[in-house]
C-alpha cells in the first residue's frame, strides 16, 4: 500500500543553522508532492509542490525541497531557520492511482532555540 | 479574501449528543474534504466531495457523515460522538476535482473533545 513516511517526530535547531526535514514516499509512479507548514493554532499552508521538472523547487518563506527518485525522497530544507519557521510540517503525496486524495504523513514538529 | 472557514474552532461535548461542524469556502472550489489529526498519525481523509451532491468516504469515514447541498457548503455531522471521536478536524477544498495534483486549502481547524 502506498504511504508517506516522516521518520523524526521532532527536530530542534538553532536560529540561524540549516534544516532539513526528511520525506519518504511508497508509491509505484511517480506521485505528486507537496509540503505543508501548520503553524501553532492554525490551518495548513502550502510551502511547495513538485510533479515535473527540476528536481529543486524553491518555496515560500526561504523553503526548497529536492525530489530524489533513486530514494523516493522529497525532503525539505532552509539555509538559515527564523524562530518563526517553529511548526510543524507535513509531507503529503498524491497520485491518481491511488485514490482522489492527497496522503499526509505523520509530521514532524521543528523547534527553533535562540 | 479567499478562505475556509470552519465553526467552530473549539468544541466540547458529551458522549452521544449529535453535533455538527460547518465548512465553508469562497473560492468556488469543486472537491471538498475533511481530515482529522491525531499525534503520530498526521491527517487521514474522513469523507470528500468532488461536487454538489457527489461524497465519498475516505480513510476513516467510521461514525461521521456529511452533505453537500451547495458548491460552498461541506458539513460534517457526528450523530452519536464518541471519545474515540477527540481529535482536531480540518475541512479542506481544492479548485480541481483532481485532488491529488492539487493545491489544497485549509481552514484553521476545530477541536473537539467528546468526554
Known amino acids: 500500500a502506498q504511504s508517506v513516511t516522516q521518520p523524526d517526530i521532532h527536530i530542534t535547531v538553532s536560529e540561524g543553522a540549516s534544516l532539513e526535514l526528511r520525506c519518504n514516499y511508497s508509491?509505484?509512479?511517480?506521485?505528486?508532492l507537496f509540503w505543508y507548514v501548520q503553524s501553532p493554532g492554525q490551518g495548513l499552508q502550502l510551502l511547495l509542490k513538485?510533479?515535473?521538472?527540476?528536481?529543486l523547487v524553491q518555496g515560500i518563506k526561504g523553503f526548497e525541497a529536492e525530489f530524489k527518485r533513486s530514494q523516493s525522497s522529497f525532503n525539505l530544507r532552509k539555509p538559515s531557520v527564523h524562530w518563526s519557521d517553529a511548526a510543524e510540517y507535513f509531507c503529503?503525496?498524491?497520485?491518481?492511482?491511488?485514490?482522489?486524495?492527497?496522503?499526509f504523513g505523520a509530521g514532524t514538529i521543528l523547534r527553533v532555540k535562540s | 479574501e479567499a478562505q475556509v472557514t470552519q465553526n467552530p474552532r473549539y468544541l466540547i461535548t458529551v458522549t452521544g449528543k449529535k453535533l455538527t461542524v460547518t465548512c465553508s469556502q469562497n473560492?468556488?472550489?469543486?472537491?471538498m474534504s475533511w481530515y482529522r489529526q491525531d499525534p503520530g498519525l498526521g491527517l487521514r481523509q474522513i469523507y470528500y466531495?468532488?461536487?454538489?451532491?457527489?461524497?465519498d468516504k475516505g480513510d476513516v469515514p467510521e461514525g461521521y457523515k456529511v452533505s453537500r447541498k451547495e458548491k460552498r457548503n461541506f458539513p460534517l455531522i457526528l450523530e452519536s460522538p464518541s471519545p474515540n471521536q477527540t481529535s482536531l478536524y480540518f475541512c479542506?477544498?481544492?479548485?480541481?476535482?483532481?485532488?491529488?495534483?492539487?493545491?489544497?486549502?485549509f481552514g484553521q481547524g476545530t477541536r473537539l473533545t467528546v468526554v
Open positions: 473560492m468556488n472550489h469543486e472537491y
Open positions: 479542506a477544498s481544492s479548485l480541481s476535482g483532481q485532488a491529488w495534483s492539487t493545491e489544497a486549502f
Open positions: 513538485y510533479f515535473s521538472g527540476d528536481t
Open positions: 466531495s468532488m461536487n454538489v451532491e457527489v461524497t
Open positions: 503529503a503525496v498524491g497520485a491518481m492511482e491511488y485514490g482522489n486524495k492527497l496522503v
Open positions: 508509491y509505484g509512479a511517480t506521485p505528486y
